[in-house]
Structure formats: structure tokens, C-alpha cells
């Protein structure tokens, strides 16, 4: 009973994190689902602070580029690349890019500070340059309108990213379902959790392969204005702010759960982590199976 | 025990930012607005529509639209535009929400769409018909412009967001604020309104 509590209070705990990743962008694409409202506890004036700011930012740095693609000169930059971690990092902090799964995945696993950094930093990476090779590809390689085809695109990779993660989801599902409803064995015979560290690249392109479309549209303001170089180091340099934000995240979950753990005793925190690794798994493969289901249709 | 405690803080930051921090993303295209109201010899007519696009979607459209890359939107382009960049908004209300004495008003079509492109900067002009009798009693409208979706977000220029045309024969009183009403992104979000009040004059 008390093992059914903790399931059904965790999964609705992790719901809000996934709702809003299937926007697209109303000009370029007829909307399969539109966003629906949600209900929020805690409502406040500094997330219009952060829209704001986000505009400010994607401003500045669209004059700092002309700026130095017209007159040459350099000296603008470094501002630009501060102007770039810094939109990066505010652009993550909020739905998609991949932090729902990513922290899923780490409450599932014994993962250490480092994997978590590596895990944030390679889906960020993965998250923007999928943008960037995305824009290249279309505008070099198939030679066809980004803005048009770009709605295409991201469908596509929703598809295989959804399918993967639905996927891997499933697979935590059972294997802590399995720990957790299936009669415990001896200590002596239980195995140790490995810590997690192999599958992590995998997991990361899954979760980053859908293109960023703050990215995106960096990316093609520099094609337009000729600054191909300039706009992969911007790519880059967002990238990295993505990084701190998503990573931020997933070793303050990592932290965190390590905390809890600590605090009872060694049988309970077995039962604790198969429930947040059960309820993760459900999550993960419920919403993963619908996006894709969406994505498909 | 003290150190446990902090532990278990960020868990807790995490659980509840979990339904707080949806805003932060969105939107991905900024739209700077102004409405100018237009009325006829039989009252309100509609309203025409400025949007002013940030720079870095206005080069995304003018990588896809500009086909002849001379930094200016000819006939062809901008017909190009209107059907693949625009007209979707069809499924958006074209992000015009009208309100005529708190009665909806669907927006089901617009006119006179066109859209510039000037030292890399993008507009969009269009019109939404709507046309309102006006007569000794004061009608009440609103005008909330916002995407639904928030992957874009509208502002009212600074300067001069509204303007009336052929006004003349009305007393017309315009107010801009945030509509408490509308919420948008999560309840977030008020959108910025246009409170439009006109009568015939005595």
C-alpha cells in the first residue's frame, strides 16, 4: 500500500515537466496539438521577467552579429558570445530540452556528479547542433526552404527520439517493477546497481536529437547574413549555456537523491529508488509512447 | 543530520519548480505591434494590424522568401509568405482575439495582407474586418493580440500602439492594459489588450 502511495504521488510530481515540448511554430507549420493551459501552484512576475529578458538578448545579439559582419569589426565578440551563453542558459531553464528525461534517467541510476555534468553537457550539445546540422543540411545538402521544412524535419526527429525514449522508458519500468513487486531476495544475493556511465551518449542523443529552434533561427540570421563560421561558434556557444542549465538540473537531482537516500535506512532507500526508478520508467515510456503517437500522426 | 537536510533541499527545489518553471523557454519569435482602429460612415470597420518582427525570424523568412536575396520582399514573395507563413494563423484566430460586449468575435478571415522587408528588418500589415454599427449607446470592444501556443510573443510598441482612422463621427476612448480575464502560458500571462470604447458624437 504505502510502496503504491509513493508510485502514484511520484508520477504525479514528474507530469509537468513534460506537457509543452510539442510546440511548433504556428507561422511555418499547422499545429497538430496546441498548448493547453496547465494549472501552476506558484505564479510569478519574474517569468515575464525571463520573456523579456530573452528578447533583449535575442536583440542584442542579432545587432552585435550585424554589427560585425558589416563593419568587421571584433571587439563586439566576446560580448556576443556572453550575450550567447547567456541566452542559452536562460532558454533552458524551461520545458523540453530534454531535462524530464534526463533527470529521469539519473533518479533510475546510481549516477555520479560528473556523469550528470557529461549527461547535461552531451544532450545540450546533441539539442543544438542537431538545430545547427539541421539548418546546413536543408539550406546545402537539399537545397529547400528552412522555415518550411524545417516543421518536417523536427517531426521526424520527434519521431525517433520519442520512439527511443519510450523505449528505454519501458525498459526502466520493468526492471524496477520487476525489483519492486517481485518478492526480495537475500542480501546476499542481491546485486549491486552499476553505477551508470556507459549507456550515456545513447540516452543523450535520444533525448537532444530534436533540433533547437533557438538554434535554429541563430543559425539562419548568421546564413543570412553570411557568417557561417560565426554561426557554429554561436551554435556552440548556446550549447554550452544549455549545458549548465540542463546539467544544473540533473546534479541538483543527483544530489539530491543521494540526500534522501541518506537519511533512512539501507532497505528503505532500496525500496525508494525502485520506486523513483518504477515511476521515471512509467513517465517516461507513458509520455514518450503519446508524443510519439502524435509525432507519428 | 544538518547536511542530510540540505541534501534533501534540492529535491525539493526541483519538485516544485517542476510546476513553476514552464515559462521560460517559449516563446521563440517577438513581435512588436501597433493597431490602428478604422471606422467607416457606419462605425467601426476593423482594425489593421503592424507586427514587427525580431531580426532573427525576420532572417529566417527572408532566407526561405527573399528568393532573389536583394534584402526586399517583391509581389511573388510576398504572395510566397501569406500562404506559407502567415495563413496558418488561420488555426490561431490569427492571433487576434476580439471581443464586442464580451461576446467573442471570430476572426475567420483578413485582408490587404502584405509584408515588408527593409534593412533586414521584417513587417506584416493585414486587416481584420469587424464591423460594429455605432449609435448614441457606447460599444465596447477589446483586442487581445497573443499567440495561444506562446511561441511567439506580442508587445505594444512604446510609441504610439494605437491610432484611429476616419474616426470623426464617433467619440472613441482607447485604453491598453493587461486583460485579467485572458491568461495565457500557464495562467502566467495576462495579454496586453486594447479596451476600445466609441459612440456617435451628440
Given amino acids: 500500500m504505502r510502496k503504491s502511495i509513493i508510485v502514484l504521488i511520484l508520477f504525479f510530481v514528474t507530469c509537468p515537466w513534460v506537457a509543452p515540448v510539442l510546440a511548433q511554430n504556428p507561422f511555418t507549420s499547422k499545429p497538430k496539438t496546441q498548448h493547453k493551459a496547465l494549472p501552476v501552484l506558484v505564479k510569478s ?34 560580448f556576443l558570445m556572453v550575450l550567447a551563453f547567456s541566452y542559452g542558459a536562460i532558454h533552458a531553464a524551461g520545458p523540453g530540452h530534454g531535462k524530464f528525461v534526463a533527470m529521469s534517467y539519473v533518479l533510475s541510476h546510481r549516477a555520479s556528479v560528473m556523469v550528470g555534468l557529461l549527461f547535461g553537457t552531451f544532450t545540450a550539445f ?53 525489483a519492486l513487486f517481485s518478492k526480495p531476495v537475500s542480501s546476499h544475493h542481491t546485486q549491486k546497481t552499476k553505477a551508470f556511465g556507459k549507456g550515456l551518449v545513447p540516452w543523450a542523443l535520444a533525448v537532444g536529437l530534436v533540433p533547437c529552434p533557438a538554434v535554429v533561427m541563430v543559425m539562419l540570421f548568421c546564413l543570412s547574413m553570411d557568417a557561417l563560421t560565426l554561426g557554429l561558434v554561436l551554435a556552440a556557444v548556446i550549447s554550452l549555456g544549455m549545458a549548465m542549465t540542463i546539467s544544473g538540473v540533473i546534479i541538483a537531482v543527483i544530489i539530491g537523491k543521494a540526500g534522501v537516500l541518506q537519511t533512512v535506512s539501507k532497505k528503505r532507500a532500496k525500496m525508494i529508488e525502485h520506486s523513483i526508478g518504477f515511476v521515471s520508467g512509467m513517465a517516461i515510456f507513458v509520455f514518450g509512447a503519446l508524443f510519439f503517437t502524435i509525432a507519428v500522426g | 543530520m ?32 501597433r493597431l490602428d482602429v478604422v471606422f467607416d460612415d457606419k462605425g467601426l470597420a476593423g482594425i489593421r494590424i503592424r507586427w514587427k518582427f525580431d531580426d532573427m525570424f525576420a532572417g529566417m523568412i527572408a532566407e526561405d522568401h527573399d528568393r532573389n536575396h536583394n534584402g526586399h520582399l517583391e509581389h ?4 510566397s509568405i501569406r500562404e506559407n507563413a502567415f495563413s496558418y494563423l488561420a488555426e490561431h484566430n490569427y492571433f487576434v482575439f476580439i471581443t464586442i460586449g464580451n461576446k467573442p468575435f471570430k476572426v475567420n478571415y483578413t485582408t490587404d495582407f502584405t509584408a515588408t522587408l527593409q534593412d533586414g528588418r521584417l513587417e506584416y500589415r493585414f486587416f481584420v474586418p469587424c464591423h460594429v454599427r455605432a449609435n448614441r449607446n457606447v460599444k465596447k470592444i477589446t483586442v487581445a493580440t497573443y499567440d495561444p501556443t506562446y511561441y511567439s510573443a506580442i508587445f505594444f510598441t512604446k510609441n504610439k500602439p494605437v491610432s484611429l482612422t476616419a474616426a470623426d463621427a464617433c467619440e472613441v476612448k482607447t485604453a491598453i492594459r493587461e486583460d485579467p480575464a485572458t491568461t495565457i502560458y500557464y495562467g502566467m500571462i495576462h495579454p496586453w489588450t486594447l479596451f476600445l470604447e466609441f459612440c456617435l458624437k451628440s
Wanted: proline share 3%; no cysteine; glycine share 10%.
Fill in chain 1, 45 to 78: 512576475q519574474f517569468f515575464v521577467k525571463i520573456i523579456i529578458w530573452q528578447h533583449q538578448l535575442k536583440q542584442k545579439m542579432s545587432e552585435l552579429i550585424r554589427n560585425v559582419q558589416t563593419t568587421g569589426d571584433t571587439m563586439p565578440l566576446l
Fill in chain 1, 126 to 178: 546533441f539539442h543544438g547542433f542537431s538545430g545547427a546540422v539541421g539548418v546546413l543540411g536543408l539550406r546545402y545538402l537539399l537545397q529547400r526552404g528552412v522555415g518550411e521544412t524545417l516543421g518536417t524535419v523536427t517531426t521526424a526527429t520527434q519521431v525517433i527520439s520519442f520512439g527511443l525514449i519510450s523505449l528505454l522508458g519501458l525498459g526502466i519500468f520493468l526492471k524496477n517493477g520487476y
Fill in chain 2, 2 to 33: 544538518v547536511q542530510q537536510k540540505i541534501l534533501i533541499l534540492p529535491v525539493l527545489v526541483m519538485i516544485l519548480s517542476a510546476w513553476v518553471v514552464p515559462a521560460g523557454a517559449h516563446p521563440h519569435i517577438f513581435i512588436v505591434q
Fill in chain 2, 76 to 79: 511573388d514573395e510576398v504572395k
